[in-house]
């Protein structure tokens, strides 16, 4: 032992931790190994690995019995909110957080999510568009958010690159933040021992979306967010092309109600669907995990038909930048959810193995687990159609078609309400692709019916960039 450690500047302190907590075995390939890989156990924290593989620390739903459906402010037009939100965005206190550190595992493409096209007509990227809304929003209203798009080991380079590649889509570089979430190790989950990718490499993967709050404080972007004067951070995802971001009337109800952290909410379609639940407990605002619920609780509803925890969550949130310090300093109070997953990995006694069945545990922070932290907090609803259509999976639900038929879909209603009417089969579904660019319009109020009625037009059709219609691809 005592040689292998001198071969690699590894302490003996860290030699230490790790025997003493059963990862021991990793020392075993240091005479090989770089410098990287001792770095790397140097960094483990094999304590908190230990208790996550006991299920200490690990999140846990709050008190079912304390929990009511939370209020939730309905949809619609609200001429004092969007006064309030647009003022925000004119004096620039608005910024932007865009997580892309997934790994997209069910989409199967070896590209970053955001790389994969969806535009109906023009082919536009997820990162286009979302890239597009930004840069409309500055020239809407005459300040572009600053914009933070978090990569992971998985995704740096290649969003990187690819932002590069397209010109920033028009933006300033300057103002598009890049910054990498934090990696987590995967255990074991038989004997809670750390898994190794190759000799000398540890596996690892992003720390979920919740890595967000400790990598935006830690490499002191709220410091510069709040040094800019910004005072509230948007966060999507992006897998969503509909979300509206920066959504002046969804920022005027946060500011107006002094929230400290406000999501939008969908309704659910049913009981059984895979998607968080709002729900209010003691005063605080939780999101459960849909098989969380009991029967009871997920099943009931209200006067009108309703269910009773219809209160879905989008992933769409407004968090205020001094809320968002205080809750990274406490950062600890942001548990780990453990998911049990194939992971192949490499061991001294037999190799490389590729699992057939699920043998690892991964550990991921959730954004949403914040949410318990803030008070005052905020719901408004959004209605499904207008901003939900996560792509997910390669085939079926949330798959490509689907979500570009969402955008299409998105298209005919913006167009309609111009009095642009595009051919619909009997369910009123567009017939062919439709498309609006964001830098055509962010809201349907932004087209202009007499230049649209104007124009002749043809379909599949893309309302261009200049407001014109375009020729598809
Ligand atoms: P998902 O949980 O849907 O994961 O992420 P995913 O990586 O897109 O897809 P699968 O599960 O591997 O198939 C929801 C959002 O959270 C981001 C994703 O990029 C997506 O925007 N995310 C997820 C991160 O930024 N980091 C993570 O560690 C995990």
Redesign the pocket.
């Known amino acids: 032992m005592e040689t292998l450690i001198m071969s690699v500047p590894l302490s003996p302190q860290c030699a230490s931790r790790l025997t003493a907590h059963g990862q021991g075995h990793l020392l075993r390939c240091l005479a090989g190994a770089g410098p990287d890989y001792a770095e790397s156990l140097e960094s483990l924290d094999p304590a908190l690995l230990a208790s996550l593989f006991k299920g200490e620390g690990l999140a846990s739903p709050p008190d079912l019995t304390s929990l009511e459906p939370p209020p939730v402010v309905p949809a619609g037009a609200n001429a004092a909110a969007r006064a309030a939100g647009e003022r925000a965005l004119r004096a620039g206190q608005v910024a932007v957080v865009l997580?892309?550190?997934?790994?997209?595992?069910?989409?199967g493409s070896d590209q970053p999510?955001g790389c994969f096209p969806v535009g109906p007509v023009s082919g536009a990227t997820l990162y286009q568009i979302h890239a597009e809304k930004v840069l409309a929003l500055g020239r809407k209203h005459g300040k572009t958010p600053v914009f933070l798009i978090?990569t992971?080991s998985a995704t740096d380079a290649a969003t990187r690159d690819f932002f590069s590649e397209h010109g920033h889509f028009g933006l300033n570089p300057a103002d598009v933040w890049f910054f990498r979430?934090g990696e987590m190790p995967a255990v074991d989950r038989q004997t809670g021992r750390i898994l190794l990718e190759a000799p000398g490499k540890l596996f690892t993967?992003?720390?979920?979306?919740g890595?967000?709050l400790a990598a935006l404080s830690r490499q002191g972007w709220l410091d510069k967010l709040a040094a800019r004067g910004v005072s509230d951070l948007f966060y999507f995802?992006?897998?969503n092309p509909l979300v509206a971001i920066a959504d002046p009337v969804f920022i005027g109800h946060h500011i107006l109600k002094g929230s400290q952290a406000s999501s939008k909410v969908i309704l659910r379609r049913d009981p059984s669907e895979k998607l968080g639940v709002f729900a209010r407990s003691r005063g605080r605002c939780h999101i459960v995990e849909y098989s969380d619920l009991p029967a009871a609780m997920g099943t009931a509803t209200a006067a009108d038909g309703s269910l009773l925890f219809g209160a879905g969550n989008p992933?769409i949130h407004l968090f205020s930048v001094p809320f968002l310090t205080r809750a990274a300093a406490g950062d600890s109070l942001m548990p780990y959810h453990a998911a049990v997953k194939k992971v192949p990995f490499w061991m001294e006694e037999c190799g490389h193995v590729k699992p057939g069945t699920e043998n690892a545990l991964k550990f991921?922070k959730f954004m949403f687990d914040v949410l318990p932290h803030a008070d005052p907090w905020l719901l408004v609803e959004t209605p499904r159609e207008d901003e939900f259509a996560?792509l997910?999976n390669a085939q079926g639900a949330d798959s490509p078609q689907e979500v570009r038929a969402a955008l299409s879909r998105l298209a005919a209603r913006w167009l309609a309400a111009a009095g642009i009417r595009v051919p619909v089969d009997p369910a009123g579904h567009p017939t062919a692709p439709l498309e609006i660019s964001p830098l055509a319009a962010l809201e349907p109020n932004d087209l202009n019916p007499e230049r649209l009625r104007r124009t002749d037009w043809s379909i599949p059709l893309h309302v261009g960039p200049d407001g014109n219609w375009k020729e598809p691809r």
């Open positions: 997580v892309a550190g997934g790994q997209g595992t069910r989409l999510k978090m992971s979430q993967a992003p720390d979920g979306h890595g967000c995802q992006v897998d992933a991921e996560p997910k």
